[in-house]
């Protein structure tokens, strides 16, 4: 996308016209108190060559090391055309296009967009996608409150077993708005939510109950139940679900007897590389009963004056351009590009090839688990059946690990001790279709060489390590 | 000019209200705001039950180009609603004062004085239109 400036000359031509002595004026009704005026530590700019150079070493510092981290991310393949395609001029831009009947092409991939995710989710529509699934699950839970007209509690039920930063976002999201989070505790045997603690909460007033699948942990809940368990409380149920697991496992429209009746989640896994953080995109799936209190945008398929195909902004009605304060939501843009990717790559893959991937990362992950409990020392943690990522239990402390693990440029996983430490040593482990025989058998490797110089705990150096 | 009922009480937000006589009274929305409108394509209902004030959004009618915002003309608790717009919303259009959207048992039947009658709306509408 070209970078436009405007000369001196020209920016002085459009002053004069609104007649506005300098661009500083323009923010004058902001008041000085709250501007912070000139950036601090900001140099005066770099010559290309020099601002590549510096870039080419960030990145190098960054290095290449072999991921078995998730977490939420993950490191996943993607074929080369997706980005090809995707940054092709004409998909080129993260908006919803303004004048969007004008970019038949933006609405028709966004149209096949949703075609995927309901097929992949097994839900009746989806939303042309939002920012990312942490937010995603904001607006379900705002969802949930405005379309159960049953409950009058504004209570929603969240495992603990949800991602802490989806978690973190929720609460931010829905605190000022009357809306109250119950967490329900996890097993610590199974790491599947705690069934017993959840009976408590029955015959209660609810919203909407939470129903992650994977879990954090990586385990798999029993959905049907959870499912079942909300729809007998006359709660609403909101699956925040792995996409790509969903090409293996029953979708949140099978679960239970009716299915989910929300579902949503972070669109990363297909087709957005990890990218120290973003942007990934945030979906979102209902039933067809919902989707008027669906947030965010959703393209329809309809035929003009002369009968032909054509794709357009359907159930604008609500939305802020139109209903102001009373819109469903204040949500009006997503992550468009990711999506484009994320749509390209799921044609590319097919059914076949995203199932087929997910069951290379289901593999990997047995294996690697396989190979590191053959030392002996390490176990998993819980019993619960998981997907492609799984905590084990160190004999030290995750920290010094891995440590150890990235200065061997492998990052051996996620340290729950932040946001778990009652699970003592605790390390989150995942294994995508990324990660090859030759990766897991590194890994292994190398946790025996730091398992067994602790072993070496009389060793004088150890002693100071040990110290510190 | 838009039909107005003579035995019909109005809201300045053109709700029109029909007194049963037995204590409750049928809510629907006028024709001219049905005009305005345009075409419908959704109603949300209010709950059955649920107790109202004048004044409080009670349903949303949804064209499309806009959903807007039914009014409570007067107190009192919903005792039935109108199932036949879930599936065909486009009745109001067709026959605004026969499809009618809630009913409202009062819970204050002293405000039915302070609603508009059909010569009032009507200049209101009027002046609305000019």
């Not at chain 1, 090391?65 to 996943?76: E, R, W």
């Not at chain 1, 296009?97 to 970019?103: D, H, I, V």
Request: include cysteine; aromatic fraction near 6%.
């Amino acid at each position: 996308m070209p970078f436009i400036p405007h000369t001196e000359e020209e920016l002085r031509q459009m002053l004069d016209v609104i007649g506005v002595d300098s661009i500083e004026q323009l923010f004058d009704e902001i008041p000085a108190k709250l501007r912070c005026g000139e950036l601090q530590g900001l140099g005066s700019g770099l010559w290309e060559q020099d601002i590549t150079r510096l870039m080419q070493d960030k990145a190098r510092e960054d290095g290449q090391p072999l991921c078995f981290i998730g977490a939420g991310a993950y490191d996943h393949h993607i074929p080369a055309a997706v980005w090809q395609l995707a940054s092709r001029g004409e998909y080129y831009t993260a908006y919803t296009p303004y004048q969007a009947e004008a970019s038949q092409g933006t609405l028709q991939l966004l149209y096949e967009y949703q075609s995927m995710m309901t097929e992949l989710m097994d839900m009746d529509v989806s939303n042309a996608s939002l920012y990312d699934g942490a937010s995603a699950l904001a607006e379900a839970v705002l969802m949930a409150v405005r379309a159960n007209r049953k409950s009058r509690s504004r209570h929603i039920l969240v495992p603990a077993s949800l991602h802490p930063h989806y978690r973190a976002t929720v609460r931010t999201l829905v605190k000022n708005q009357g809306i109250e989070l119950v967490e329900i505790p996890y097993d610590r045997s199974t790491g599947q939510t705690d069934l017993q603690a959840l009976a408590q909460h029955t015959g209660q007033d609810l919203a909407a109950l939470v129903v992650p699948q994977p879990n954090f942990f990586g385990v798999l809940e029993d959905v049907d139940v959870l499912t079942e368990w909300a729809r007998a409380n006359g709660a609403l149920s909101i699956a925040v679900v792995n996409p790509l697991a969903m090409a293996v496992l029953h979708p949140p429209g099978e679960w239970g007897e009716q299915g989910a009746d929300i579902c949503c989640g972070d669109g990363q896994p297909l087709g957005a590389p990890l990218s120290s953080g973003g942007p990934y995109f945030g979906f979102l799936c209902s039933k067809q009963t919902l989707v008027r209190q669906m947030p965010g945008r959703i393209i329809g398929r309809t035929v003009d004056l002369d009968g032909k195909e054509g794709f357009a902004l359907t159930l604008q009605a609500r939305e802020q351009h139109i209903r102001r304060s009373k819109a469903t939501s204040n949500i009006c843009t997503n992550q468009g590009l990711m999506v484009t990717a994320a749509t390209i790559h799921m044609s590319l893959m097919g059914a076949d090839g995203l199932a087929s991937t997910a069951s290379r990362c289901h593999s990997n992950l047995q294996l690697l688990v396989e190979k590191l409990t053959s030392l002996g020392e390490i176990e998993p943690l819980f019993s619960g059946p998981v997907f492609h990522e799984t905590v084990l239990r160190l004999p030290l402390e995750p920290r010094r690990v891995l440590r150890t693990l990235a200065a061997h440029n492998i990052l051996g996983g996620y340290d729950l001790a932040g946001h778990y430490p009652e699970l003592g040593n605790a390390l989150l482990v995942c294994a995508t279709e990324n990660r090859n025989q030759d990766d897991i058998d590194k890994y292994r490797l190398k946790m025996e060489q730091v398992l067994a110089s602790r072993r070496q705990g009389a060793c004088a150096t150890m002693a100071k390590f040990d110290r510190e | 000019m838009s039909n107005i009922p003579e035995n019909l009480k109005y809201a300045e937000s053109h709700e029109w209200v029909h007194d049963e006589g037995d204590g409750t009274v049928t809510v629907g929305i006028s024709d001219h705001a049905q005009e305005l409108l345009g075409d419908l394509v959704f109603v949300e209902l209010p709950e059955t039950g649920a107790q109202l004030k004048a004044g409080d959004e009670s349903a949303v009618v949804e064209s499309v180009k806009a959903a807007s915002d039914v009014y409570s003309p007067v107190d009192g608790e919903v005792i039935e609603t109108n199932e036949l717009l879930a599936d065909s919303p486009e009745v109001i259009n067709e026959a605004p004062y026969d499809n009618w959207i809630f009913k409202l048992k009062l819970s204050n039947p002293v405000q039915l004085d302070e609603l508009l009658d059909a010569a009032a709306y009507a200049s209101l509408v009027k002046a609305e239109e000019d």
